[in-house]
């Protein structure tokens, strides 16, 4: 078993989460404008959600990875160049953060809760996130690769968690100091830049 790949893909999933995207935003304004709980119901729903998408990419990619050495390769080229694209696609982007909150209407915790598993599962950017990210980072030859991509999974999904739950319980602070600092959006913005095209060469790097 290998510790420093699993350690590197803690890494890069902290990084990933404190990313300024949709989902982390959505838990500050659920946060600032309800109260911490809803954010933190929010939270809940959105990891939930994770878990479908961890299935779907194990048992795929799994297959795929014990059928060929050629569409691994396939596999992993193309999710260096989705996080490529996705880079770019930030590179574009407006750096500012945006925290309005007249979009964020006041819902139980039940509803909150449920509200980020629908975000999260009919987002199949997800899975095609998981099927970028998550191969590059197996990290044994004994065990299971379906058994590896779960293990990841959870890794994601207790790291994300993390994160989000410390931006809902800290959202007051975090969107005080994202309003005073000027230059923050800007940062944010190359530290996420960083971060994709930094997975996305380890991604095409990595052996299977």
Aim: with cysteine; proline share 2%; hydrophobic share 55%.
């Amino acid at each position: 078993m290998n510790y420093e790949i699993l350690f590197s893909f803690i890494f890069a999933t902290v990084a990933l989460s404190f990313s300024p995207g949709p989902d982390n935003i959505y838990v500050l304004m659920q946060s600032i404008t309800n109260g911490r709980k809803y954010g933190l119901a929010t939270v809940c729903g959105l990891i939930s959600g994770c878990l479908l998408h961890t299935t779907l990419v194990a048992f795929g990619v799994s297959a795929i990875i014990k059928e060929s050495d050629t569409l691994f390769f396939a596999i992993k080229a193309l999710g260096a160049l989705y996080l490529l694209y996705l880079a770019y696609k930030v590179y574009k982007s407006d750096a500012k953060v945006s925290l309005g909150s007249a979009a964020v209407p006041k819902k139980s915790l039940g509803q909150l809760y449920k509200q980020g598993v629908i975000m999260n599962v009919l987002n199949p950017k997800v899975s095609i996130f998981f099927l970028a990210f998550f191969p590059a980072y197996l990290y044994s030859d004994t065990i299971s690769t379906v058994t590896q991509f779960y293990v990841l999974g959870l890794i994601f999904m207790a790291t994300s968690f993390i994160v989000f739950a410390l931006i809902a319980i800290l959202a007051g602070f975090i969107s005080d100091y994202l309003k005073q600092s000027k230059n923050i959006g800007l940062v944010l913005k190359w530290l996420q830049i960083v971060v994709f095209i930094g997975i996305a060469i380890f991604i095409f790097l990595s052996e299977k």
